[in-house]
């Protein structure tokens, strides 16, 4: 066997056993990875040959991180593992910190460099993605679990859409073997597979921050390739792996339509809002001063309005229906504004305290008004509340919320067509004057000022001269205008000239009144 391909191999196996949530520390600082580095002729020199060249990188994370694409040298490298080593199995103070998170990445992050430099590395992904295999087991420290409590699930998916999920229970048994609990055979779309298909390929072909943590589970992957070879990966069930910002674990939950799949997080994030349902029923009796008929003393108004943000469509819809054959709606579709205003909310705690009215609570006769909302999560949990829609009938939180989607709403306004200012805008002919009305702060009158730049407009903040001595103060156009030169509202000539739109750096003149 070649020296290259025997590194490769002393590089592979190791790696393997640093990423091994359940390894003794006794495996790793036992003479077995010496007797390895003594076979390839790896020297033991305290570290000294490799921090001389690249410092801190000899037994910190981050300094190794920063240099790791520089090291080219397999037996300088080589040097470094062992040395690491040596130290926690013969200086240590405790021998067991091999295991720390920041130490464990350490030995990954070197031995990952060691395998690329002797061979391929067999921890990033390379070819086309054909099948997912994931196990995921939420067991770490704490109580022993109930029999029938689920504690580890298997799922593996082909590049077809089809899906294999099982689910194992602890069961009665305490060799580490677990029950299974039930089996799901389903088929997705092929739009679905192929985006998770996409998105796994792309995430682990660039390598990934392992977690480590010791007081949870763990989940371990293989990702096999069309031409049949596997790559594993693992880590902590603690894991966030993104890409383009949409996160692993929620895509497969979302395409499987499987809420409760541990996947890499364990499914442990706070749930989030998905779509938001209220319901607003008013019924208000009127008493016409002509009976309706003998036997209706009142005229009744039944109204009723209805608002829906959802996640999935991004869009908010609200409907008024104000009485028999009258119904107006308003529908806001916005790519990434309805998941940001949805963002911040925890679906568990959303709308959950009602203060609620005294029991002296005056009730008008003539009129209702009553609600229902309805919350739905990601992880497709249902909260319903009902009341009468006032201040102390409706949840702590619900003006806070109204207010967030009034914002929305109110940010896009009618639309142009309504719209007199642009409706009503006269089109300046090559020979007109731009006369501009602007408002100095005190906002008390406005005056005129000639403009030479057609793209200054109404609300836009301009530097003026003013005053006899001509000083430049910064004011707002209120209305600007165009006329012939024969139909100036003020002689041009005694008419003074706008400089020019402000910059940041003009806020910062001096307050100025005209004279």
Known sequence: MEYLEQVHLFATKWIEKFRDQKISYIELVDH?????????GFQMDCGHAFSEKYGDAASSCDALNRIIDEVTDIKLLGSAIYSQWRYFNHWAYDAAAILNTENRSWFIQALSRLALLSGENPFLFKGELRKIRLVSNRLGYGPC????EEVEQHIT???????????YVFGQRRDGRYEKAYSQNLKIDKAASDK?????????????DEVFATDIGNWNMELTNTAGKVYKFSGSLCSSFEVDGIDLSDLLRDSLKM?????FDGNNKPDMVNRIEVNYHRITKIKPKVPISEHAEYAVWDYTESLIVDRESESIEHIQNIGSGCSVSRKYKVEGGVESLLEDMDAESIFDHIEGNPENVVVDPLETIDYTIKVISQKGNEKLIQGTYDKKGLPDDWAEFMESVFEFMSFYGWGEIMNPSVYGKVRRCDNDIIYC?????????????????????????????????NHEAVVEVVKKEYFAEENVPLPMDKTKHIIRKCTDADFDLPDDKPV
């Open 32 to 40: 077995y990875l010496a007797d390895d580095c003594q076979a390839l």
């Open 145 to 148: 679990p109930e029999p029938d």
């Open 157 to 167: 998916l082909n590049a077809e859409g089809q899906v294999w999920f099982s689910s």
């Open 196 to 208: 998770i298909f996409s998105a796994f390929a792309e995430y682990f072909s660039n390598g990934y």
């Open 259 to 263: 809420p409760d799949l541990y996947a």
């Open 437 to 469: 009305s602007v408002e100095f702060e005190d906002g008390c009158k406005s005056y005129y000022y000639i403009s030479d730049d057609d793209s200054i407009q109404v609300g836009d903040f301009v530097i003026v001269p003013a005053g006899k001595d």
